[in-house]
């Protein structure tokens, strides 16, 4: 069952083993099952959360001293309430000045997020973030629209991709894995069950995220 407040998308399933079929069965895609404890060694949030890995996508210098971690599902309105109205002022006063930097990592809620995280993938790394940006200002155009994958296209050729490429990426079981893996291990290892879930500097941010004046009182209180 999904709980909502003023600010997250949310539910309560504490503990995932997440399968493909959860979110691309109607793709025509192969099962592919996901172990959840077994793969992953118990780790302190604190310590893993904050390590970039290979196939993050990063907004801003690596080497800021502030460092903002987002979970978050393109299909949550309060996701794309924190990317439409908070993010340009996070990027204008603190990512783009090298005061911090903005990793953003999958946790679609359902199907079209799958599909639409597919999407943003495939537009490559430097059209990762412009792609999220139309993504979130359209939500409720594509989202809602009587063939969701045929306006996602729309807006791959938006941004560069060929309906081929894209095509071909959703069938891909490797991106579709990473993007499936982020949510299982925000879910099992970080205790995300909620979108946006938000950590600075490894602590997870517990205040408005739909409000830039909450952010910028904690992240000045950082600095």
Not at 44 to 50: I, N, T
Not at 90 to 118: C, M, S
């Amino acid at each position: 069952m999904k709980l909502y407040n003023h600010t997250t998308s949310s539910m309560k399933d504490r503990k995932l083993n997440i399968s493909r079929r959860h979110f691309v069965s109607a793709a025509g895609l192969s099962p592919l099952a996901f172990a959840t404890s077994s793969l992953f060694a118990a780790k302190s949030a604190r310590a893993d959360v904050m390590a970039i890995r290979e196939d993050d996508n990063v907004l801003g210098d690596r080497n800021a001293p502030i460092a903002i971690i987002e979970y978050a599902s393109l299909t949550c309105p309060h996701c794309a309430n924190f990317h439409n109205e908070v993010m340009p002022q996070l990027q204008e006063n603190y990512i783009d000045t090298g005061k911090a930097y903005l990793v953003y990592r999958d946790f679609p809620w359902d199907q079209n997020a799958y599909h639409a995280a597919v999407l943003a993938h495939t537009a490559g790394e430097k059209r990762f973030f412009p792609t999220l940006k139309i993504l979130y200002s359209r939500l409720n155009q594509w989202a809602s629209a009587p063939d969701v994958i045929a306006a996602l296209k729309d807006i791959a050729k938006l941004v560069g991709v060929p309906a081929a490429k894209f095509e071909a990426a959703l069938q891909d079981e490797k991106l579709g894995e990473r993007i499936l893996m982020d949510r299982m291990v925000a879910a099992n290892e970080y205790d995300v069950t909620a979108t946006p879930t938000i950590f600075i500097n490894g602590e997870r941010f517990d205040g408005d995220s739909a409000s830039y004046e909450a952010f910028d009182e904690y992240l000045k209180g950082l600095m």
